[in-house]
């Protein structure tokens, strides 16, 4: 999906064509994906501020994204993987959960705050990726938030080439168009939740809507 200007230049960018593909007219789409929907409001997270990426850090509204698409459990699980797991997907141990003393600290469960806190901690090396790629250029929270959870998924080689679309330098411009082409699991095959996901981000780093999935869209015209 391109776009025209630069991304967090203060005025937000709407992404008429997905509105295009739902038969959504503009003004309902101003309403829907704007940074004074009603969507962005209860997000609170949904500033048009620029900063620094060196001075972000990952939001609560970003938290709560990411374990939209991670899935919360308060208590010890096993991952589709079958490794012992708790939280927000983080990894107690290599192995399926067996009584070892790694998870005796987690035996009667953690609360979402804990969770949201061990999220904060795994995201981390995808934080400092971004701020390290983006040393530069200012970000809104919404953005940065957009970008971590790109990383956490993606990885940081993947971020890398999201940014520069293989060559230099980093182009902000060319993000929401070319992050919704990251849709292919580890066996190279198109993933529908991956899908998903990426337009969350891409409407995100757009316009500051945490909670574009909430809204009455049909997902598989999106993107």
Request: proline fraction near 0%.
């Given at each position: 999906m391109a776009t025209q200007g630069q991304p967090g230049g203060g005025a937000y960018h709407i992404p008429y064509a997905t509105c295009h593909a739902e038969e959504i007219s503009s003004a309902e789409c101003k309403v829907l994906f704007g940074p004074?929907?009603?969507?962005?409001?209860?997000s609170g997270c949904s500033s048009s501020q620029l900063y620094d990426p060196a001075r972000l850090t990952l939001s609560a509204c970003g938290v709560?994204?990411?374990?939209?698409?991670?899935g919360e459990n308060d208590h010890l699980y096993n991952d589709p993987a079958g490794n012992c797991t708790?939280?927000?997907?983080?990894?107690v141990h290599i192995g399926a959960c067996d009584g070892r003393s790694s998870e005796q600290q987690y035996g009667n469960g953690i609360s979402h705050d804990e969770a949201a806190q061990l999220l904060q901690s795994d995201a981390g090396t995808a934080v400092n990726s971004v701020r390290a790629q983006l040393s530069g250029h200012d970000l809104t929270q919404a953005q940065f938030d957009a970008l971590v959870d790109f990383t956490l998924n993606a990885g940081a080689g993947n971020l890398a080439v999201l940014l520069t679309n293989g060559s230099n330098p980093v182009d902000l411009v060319t993000v929401p168009q070319y992050?919704?082409?990251f849709v292919l699991d580890n066996n190279n095959r198109f993933n529908s939740g991956l899908k998903r996901r990426r337009c969350a981000e891409e409407v995100l780093f757009l316009t500051g809507n945490y909670e574009y999935e909430t809204q009455d869209l049909k997902h598989d015209k999106v993107c």
């Open positions: 004074n929907s009603n969507a962005s409001k209860r709560n994204l990411i374990a939209k698409f991670e708790i939280g927000i997907g983080h990894l992050i919704v082409e």
